[in-house]
T-cell receptor, first 109, second 113 residues
């Protein structure tokens, strides 16, 4: 079965510093990977997906199949980036989305 | 367009009681699912449905029942609540195609005493 691991429960950086939220996965096939974000008092929402290869709110994530990783990066963190971030994996038929345990990012002024 | 609506937002139960968490979506999504969110464990899939009349188990289905009689509704039933079911429950839906974007409800916080 597929599994998603986010090794850091908490991550704290200063405003303007680079940030990287780690995500590793285990799946024998071709995964589809996503980052979801939950801001304070808001619903969980999609941040970005690897198939789109896009940058959202300055965040990017590259799928590294060799290292089975999908780390989320931003060169200059902002205070409004403080939130809970979840890495998620699904398979081709999209029926079973598995989430990691989440990383709480705090960006200090 | 309300998106995904969950009720109730908060509920306290005694061990052994039953209840139903309601979930409705107005986006005509075929796929709907229920997750529970526990500290340190993230979101775990309980049950999901790919269309009316079709349901399947997720990662942690024990103690929960679901049905999908309409496209819009996907209720989650706890037949005999246990303290281990204290959690925050999220309903999510997704449209057709392989986009993978789940739309979530606001969550329902359940406490079982």
């Amino acid at each position: 079965a597929q599994r998603v691991t986010q090794p850091e429960k908490l991550l704290s950086v200063f405003k303007g510093a680079p940030v990287e939220l780690k995500c590793n996965y285990s799946y024998s096939g071709s995964p589809e990977l996503f980052w979801y974000v939950q801001y304070s008092r808001q619903r969980l929402q999609l941040l970005l997906r690897h198939i789109s290869r896009e940058s959202i709110k300055g965040f990017t994530a590259d799928l590294n199949k060799g290292e089975t990783s999908f780390h989320l990066k931003k060169p200059f963190a902002q205070e409004e980036d403080s939130a809970m971030y979840y890495c998620a994996l699904t398979t081709y038929n999209n029926n079973d989305m598995r989430f990691g345990a989440g990383t709480r990012l705090t960006v200090k002024p | 367009n309300a998106g995904v609506t969950q009720t109730p937002k908060f509920q306290v139960l005694k061990t052994g009681q039953s209840m139903t968490l309601q979930c409705a979506q107005d986006m005509n999504h075929e796929y709907m699912s229920w997750y529970r969110q526990d500290p340190g464990m993230g979101l775990r899939l309980i049950h999901y449905s790919v269309g009316a009349g079709i349901t399947d188990q997720g990662e942690v289905p024990n103690g929960y029942n679901v049905s999908r009689s309409t496209t819009e509704d996907f209720p989650l039933r706890l037949l005999s609540a246990a303290p281990s079911q204290t959690s925050v429950y999220f309903c999510a839906s997704a449209g057709g195609g392989n986009t993978g974007e789940l739309f979530f409800g606001e969550g329902s916080r359940l406490t079982v005493l």
